[in-house]
């Protein structure tokens, strides 16, 4: 795996970032990843580090590409994939504390995080190459999904990739008050309005907006198992984790009610990762 923390590709190391988003926020009602983030959790997506690198070979950046993320969050996926380094990239991030954090993983002028809205980016048409989002279409109701899609569609080049990594349903064919209950319970344990889709009705979302679904991935919906806590996190911040949890007990009860959660529902929860195509012009 690539050394993205050398000097001379445009990345500081991880450890600049010091600054927490919802760290104001009480703990019993902050959003469930600010909550984990807190507790010492980087990697926050449904899928893991193992979806976001499978997310990230399909897209296949190199030299040559102009890439934005929507939402980056602690700035794990744009720590990998500036490692590729790219010709630009731009995150743009709706909370700024995260994007400090970004900012601060950041030391090559190619390479920036606004502070914006995924649905109204203020990006030039067709000025990117590669768009990447994960775990942030599922936090939207679907007017929002379409729009954010709509958004990425506009911004991309002919020709150019998007990928997304959210938390999906299973079966296709899941019954609507199965997915109600699902929904309800997800939306009491992380704080957030949840809204996953089957596979199919992701497929759907990005193309009806024009897209062609060009690959897929899938993976457990393991966020908070301990095998993919330390597969993400390696087994020392894993650890250190574990005792911020166990040492704080208002978080403690709320990773404890969000890992039952997804325990309860684990038959029908996934990741999710699809690669798109803007259609060339004609």
């Not at 590409?65 to 980056?72: K, L, N, Q, T």
């Not at 190459?129 to 911004?155: F, S």
């Not at 998007?162 to 299973?170: D, K, N, R, V």
Request: proline content about 6%; charged content about 25%; glycine content about 8%.
């Amino acid at each position: 795996m690539p050394d993205v923390h050398r000097k001379g590709i445009g990345i500081m190391p991880e450890e600049t970032a010091t600054h927490l988003p919802g760290a104001h926020l009480d703990i019993a009602k902050m959003p469930g990843h600010w909550l984990l983030a807190r507790m010492g959790k980087r990697v926050l997506r449904p899928g893991g580090l193992e979806l976001t690198r499978s997310m990230l070979d399909a897209l296949s950046i190199d030299s040559s590409d102009h890439v934005i993320e929507f939402a980056p969050g602690l700035g794990v996926t744009a720590r990998l994939a500036l490692a590729r380094q790219p010709a630009s990239y731009t995150g743009i991030e709706r909370d700024e504390a995260a994007a400090q954090s970004v900012r601060a993983c950041l030391s090559d002028p190619r390479y920036r995080c606004l502070v914006g809205s995924a649905e109204k980016s203020g990006l030039e048409d067709a000025s990117a190459t590669v768009v990447c989002g994960e775990a942030m279409l599922t936090m939207h109701t679907p007017g929002q999904k379409m729009r954010i899609v709509r958004e990425a569609y506009r911004i991309l080049k002919p020709g150019g990739r998007y990928g997304i990594h959210e938390l999906g349903l299973t079966p296709d064919d899941l019954g609507e008050a199965e997915k109600d209950a699902i929904l309800r319970d997800l939306s009491a344990a992380i704080r957030v309005g949840a809204r996953p889709l089957t596979s199919s009705e992701w497929r759907a979302v990005l193309e009806t907006e024009g897209f062609q679904v060009r690959a897929a991935f899938t993976a457990p919906m393991h966020l908070l198992e301990p095998r993919r806590l330390i597969q993400d996190e390696g087994l020392g911040r894993a650890l250190r984790i574990f005792f911020n949890i166990l040492r704080t007990p208002a978080a403690r009860q709320r990773v404890l009610a969000m890992r039952r959660v997804f325990r309860a529902h684990q038959d029908h929860l996934m990741a999710i990762s699809l690669i798109a195509v803007k259609p060339e012009a004609l």
